[in-house]
C-alpha cells in the first residue's frame, strides 16, 4: 500500500516563527502536493511538484514556498507563520502526470499559529 | 467563476438506507470525476473515479452517476451502515492542460443505527 507521512499531527507555533511541514511518500511516486483544508472551502492547493527541485504554484501560494531535493520528500515552508495560516495541512501524491491518477493523502497537520 | 459545491449541510440517514450526495459544477468541462472519503483528524481516501463518457460506475455498495449535461454527479451508497459516517469530497480535473484537480468543501453523513 502507498504510504504517505507527515512529520506531525499537530502543531502549534508563534506569529512570525518559520515552518517546516515534512511529507514522505514511500511508492516512487512522481508527483508531490500541499493543500490546505479550512471549513466550508475545501482542499486548496498550495504547490505542486512534478519532480525533483521542480515546483509549481497552486492557487494558495502566497506566504509559502516549498522543496523537493528527493523524490519520495515533499517539504512546506512557512517563512513567516501568521494567523490566518492556521489550517489543516495535507500532503498527497500521485503516480504518473496525468491528473487522472488517484491521489493518495497523508493523514494531514493540524497547524495552529498563535 | 470557477465552482464546485457540494451540499455543506450534514445529510443524516437511517441505517438500512441508501444515502445520495450531490455533487454541482460550473463552468468546467471535466473529463472525470473522483469521490473521496474523509473521516474526522484524517487525510482523503480515494473510492470511485468516473469519466465523462460513463454514466454510471458501481464498486460493491456505491454508486456514482455523472451528467455531463446537467454538471452533476450523484454518490449512493446503498445499505448504509453507521461505518459509511464520513465526510464525502468529489473532485474533478479542470481539463485546462496539466495538473489540476479541483476539490469540493464535502457533505458530512451520519448514519444511525
Known amino acids: 500500500d502507498v504510504k504517505v507521512t507527515q512529520s506531525s499531527r499537530y502543531l502549534v507555533k508563534r506569529t512570525g516563527e518559520k515552518v517546516f511541514l515534512e511529507c514522505v511518500q514511500d511508492?516512487?511516486?512522481?508527483?508531490m502536493f500541499w493543500y490546505r483544508q479550512d471549513p466550508g472551502l475545501g482542499l486548496r492547493l498550495i504547490y505542486f511538484?512534478?519532480?525533483?527541485?521542480?515546483?509549481e504554484k497552486g492557487d494558495i501560494p502566497e506566504g509559502y514556498s516549498v522543496s523537493r531535493e528527493k523524490k519520495e520528500r515533499f517539504s512546506l515552508i512557512l517563512e513567516s507563520a501568521s494567523t490566518n495560516q492556521t489550517s489543516m495541512y495535507l500532503c498527497?501524491?500521485?503516480?504518473?502526470?496525468?491528473?487522472?491518477?488517484?491521489?493518495?493523502f497523508g493523514p494531514g497537520t493540524r497547524l495552529t499559529v498563535l | 467563476s470557477q465552482k464546485i459545491e457540494q451540499n455543506s449541510e450534514a445529510l443524516n440517514i437511517q441505517e438500512g438506507k441508501t444515502a445520495t450526495l450531490t455533487c454541482n459544477y460550473t463552468?468546467?468541462?471535466?473529463?472525470?470525476l473522483q469521490w473521496y472519503r474523509q473521516d474526522p483528524g484524517r487525510g482523503p481516501v480515494f473510492l470511485l473515479l468516473?469519466?465523462?463518457?460513463?454514466k454510471e460506475k458501481r464498486k460493491e455498495r456505491l454508486k456514482v452517476t455523472f451528467d455531463t449535461t446537467l454538471k452533476q454527479s450523484l454518490f449512493h451508497i446503498t445499505a448504509s451502515q453507521p461505518a459509511d459516517s464520513a465526510t464525502y469530497l468529489c473532485?474533478?480535473?479542470?481539463?485546462?492542460?496539466?495538473?489540476?484537480?479541483?476539490f469540493g468543501a464535502g457533505t458530512r453523513l451520519f448514519v444511525k443505527a
Open positions: 511538484s512534478y519532480d525533483v527541485k521542480m515546483k
Open positions: 468516473i469519466r465523462e463518457n460513463e
Open positions: 498527497a501524491s500521485t503516480l504518473g502526470v496525468s491528473s487522472y491518477n488517484e491521489q493518495f
Open positions: 473532485a474533478l480535473d479542470t481539463n485546462t492542460g496539466g495538473f489540476k484537480t479541483i
Open positions: 511508492m516512487d511516486h512522481e508527483n
Open positions: 463552468n468546467y468541462s471535466p473529463a472525470y
